[in-house]
């Protein structure tokens, strides 16, 4: 079962295209509506339009019957000599695969995809910091790939946005995959990118730091970076949209890494988009605690309901910890003086952490240990959640 939300990322509810009882394909797009800014709705799976709701725990929503194949359908005109293509039919793949909806805010096209046109924006964030807590692999979402696909990113978003300077941001311990990066750049002719070094603490991955560290501008409240002409995007997003134009693949998973000392295994996993979250974590939570998942960081995340939500084209982690009994009920604030070094307790550019993040350690390190990545198989069926499979990749 895939149950594809119809507003994505917090935007207003696109128009479904699709009717109760139709057949779809994955890749299809569902859901659509050029005249707001926002991005199309794709199907995950393969199978039968089961319901439209309009309303629900998660808001409205198409729930797609999987019948059980793993095929795709490829978008039109891609092809592995981009630099041939157009910038308009760049825009276009971009807009059609969904790769365009997976950064909050949307990577501007002429498609209304964002809040901004692709003429309008000054400067191309790439971020790799790994200030959280819990960080997907970078090796994980590197494996099988090398720099130059990193780089055949960044040149496509610079062909589309041709007034935008390229930034590529990491930590210290990145600076070899950033050198490499930019020497692969400048063999694809593209010289005009720079690399910056952030210290690998929170929350210096956040546009609100990322943009006065990086580019020395003033962050106004309220803003967005986008509103200040400025795209940021992680590894997973240009990788993602990278293959939509190069590849052909509409952006219906995402790589999650599951973390946190909640769950019996903490592998990464390739999951469809709209998968129930309930079906993902029946096979790992440790069922013998109270527990409170989070989504994509143990700091900022917002708490996730299971049986209510589904995996969304943002979600980079699902982090299990403990319910808290006493104290603030902040589960932001938990398990993190000894991974914050560093910390600063003055003001942040924006309400980030409420309270110093030493009076709230008690207890051991979760393992972090990273696994290959693996494959879950998928869709599942809600009628037999335990029998999902995963696979070694």
């Keep these: 079962m895939s149950r594809s939300g119809l507003a994505p990322a917090g935007t207003a509810p696109v128009r479904p295209l699709v009717e109760q009882g139709e057949s779809v394909s994955a890749g299809q797009i569902i859901a659509r509506d050029d005249e707001t800014v926002g991005n199309p709705v794709l199907a995950s799976v393969n199978g039968t339009v089961e319901d439209i ?12 019957r999987s019948d059980g194949t793993d095929s795709c359908r490829p978008l039109a005109g891609y092809s592995a000599e981009w630099n041939n293509l157009s910038s308009d039919v760049l825009e276009k793949l971009m807009y059609l695969s969904g790769a365009s909806g997976c950064v909050a805010g949307g990577i501007p096209t002429r498609f209304n995809s964002a809040a901004i046109g692709p003429e309008e924006v000054e400067h191309i964030l790439l971020q ?8 997907p692999s970078i090796s994980v979402l590197l494996e099988g790939r090398d720099v130059g696909q990193v780089a055949e990113g960044l040149a496509i978003l610079a062909k589309i946005m041709p007034r935008a300077a ?36 929170y929350p210096n991955h956040r546009e609100e730091v990322l943009v006065p ?47 946190g000392s909640g769950f019996t295994k903490r592998p ?49 982690a699902l982090i299990a910890v403990p319910e808290e009994k006493q104290g603030p009920p902040l589960h932001r604030l938990h398990l993190l003086r000894r991974r914050l070094s560093g910390w ?26 990273l696994h290959r990545l693996q494959s879950l198989h998928l869709p599942l069926h809600l009628e037999n959640p335990a029998g999902a499979a995963d696979a070694q990749r």
Excluded: W
Excluded at 53 to 64: C, D, H, N, T, Y
Excluded at 128 to 135: G, K, L, Q, R, Y
Excluded at 224 to 230: D, E, F, M, Q, T
């Design 268 to 316: 990464h996993l390739r999951l469809r988009i709209g998968t129930p979250l309930e079906q993902v974590l029946d096979q790992y939570l440790d069922r013998s605690r109270e527990l409170r998942i989070v989504g994509n960081s143990l700091l900022t995340g917002d708490t996730l309901e299971p049986t209510a939500q589904t995996v969304d084209a943002l979600m980079s």
């Design 344 to 369: 600063d307790p003055t003001p942040s550019p924006a309400p980030l952490c409420p309270e110093r993040c030493d009076r709230r350690d008690t207890g051991p390190l979760p393992d972090l240990r």
């Design 128 to 135: 790799i910091v790994p200030a959280e807590v819990f960080n």
């Design 53 to 64: 709701l309009k309303r629900g725990g998660s808001g409205p929503a198409v729930v797609i």
């Design 166 to 201: 390229l930034h590529l941001v990491g930590g210290r311990k990145q600076k070899p995959l950033l050198s490499q990066t930019r020497q692969a750049c400048l063999q694809i002719g593209l010289d005009r990118v720079h690399h910056h070094t952030l210290e690998a603490k």
């Design 213 to 259: 560290a990086v580019l020395g501008k003033e962050f106004p409240h309220g803003y967005s970076a986008i509103n200040l002409g400025v795209v940021i995007l992680d590894l997973q997003a240009l990788l993602q949209l990278r293959d939509a134009v190069a590849a052909g693949k509409p952006a219906i998973d995402r790589i999650v890494a599951l973390a």
